[in-house]
């Protein structure tokens, strides 16, 4: 069952969508999903985000996917990473309180530029227990102070992706000390295209085993 919704970010007002999943499983765990860059046609309703929740769907977990400030019916100007930070902090308080989902089991997914978004404020994060980032570009792991956080993380990306080139990515990746894992995917590049089902397989894959 999906459910459009409103929320607040600071002063802004931000859209979203909450999907339900159909199984009679009380209290099901969520996902806050963050959508691609929206100078590349990024936003909520993308197709691979939308398969993304799908399959979390399937698979008994609840998902908020959300437009970031300035794009689509969410209100404010785009800022480039420097404060969609406060967009995540705001869905993951509106994820945190939504009647009949697990408060105890949230977790974060994001795709390229809001995977991006989500690393580099993950530290400002207390509720998510675990992340998926998806073809996340290289210098957004080199530095800031989610090197230290313990929480599980699944990096996962395409061998052939020449935006976020997984050669660099496995050697930043294998220099964090805490919770990383990466997975790659052959002949998959940046849009997944065609390789949708693998992402998505990959994402429940790891956010059973770490709610298990």
């Known amino acids: 069952m999906q459910t459009s919704i409103s929320f607040p970010s600071g002063s802004l007002i931000l859209e979203g969508v909450i999907t339900v999943p159909d199984t009679r499983v009380a209290r099901a765990p969520i996902v806050v999903v963050c959508h691609d860059h929206p100078y590349f046609k990024?936003?909520?309703?993308?197709?691979?985000?939308?398969?993304?929740?799908?399959?979390?769907?399937?698979?008994?977990?609840?998902s908020l996917r959300f437009n970031f400030r300035g794009v689509g019916g969410s209100e404010g100007v785009f800022t480039n990473g420097r404060e969609e930070g406060l967009d995540i902090k705001a869905a993951l308080e509106v994820a945190s309180h939504w009647p009949g989902l697990n408060n105890k089991q949230i977790c974060l997914l994001g795709y390229s530029f809001g995977a991006s978004v989500i690393l580099s404020n993950l530290k400002q994060f207390k509720d998510p227990i675990a992340s998926v980032l998806i073809s996340l570009p290289p210098s957004s792991v080199q530095n800031g102070t989610h090197r230290t956080d313990?929480?599980?993380?699944?990096?996962?990306?395409?061998?052939?992706?020449?935006?976020?080139?997984?050669?660099?990515?496995?050697?930043?990746?294998?220099?964090?000390?805490?919770?990383?894992?990466?997975?790659?995917?052959?002949?998959?590049?940046?849009?997944?295209?065609?390789?949708?089902?693998?992402?998505?397989?990959e994402t429940v894959q790891f956010f059973l085993r770490v709610l298990n």
Not at 42 to 62: I, P, T, W
Not at 152 to 179: H, K, M, N, Q, W
């Open 150 to 201: 313990p929480r599980p993380r699944l990096f996962l990306s395409g061998d052939v992706d020449r935006v976020a080139p997984v050669v660099r990515l496995r050697e930043l990746v294998s220099t964090i000390p805490y919770g990383a894992e990466l997975v790659v995917a052959d002949g998959v590049d940046h849009t997944w295209r065609a390789h949708e089902e693998r992402a998505a397989t």
């Open 42 to 62: 990024g936003d909520m309703h993308q197709d691979f985000v939308n398969q993304l929740c799908g399959a979390l769907s399937r698979s008994g977990f609840a």
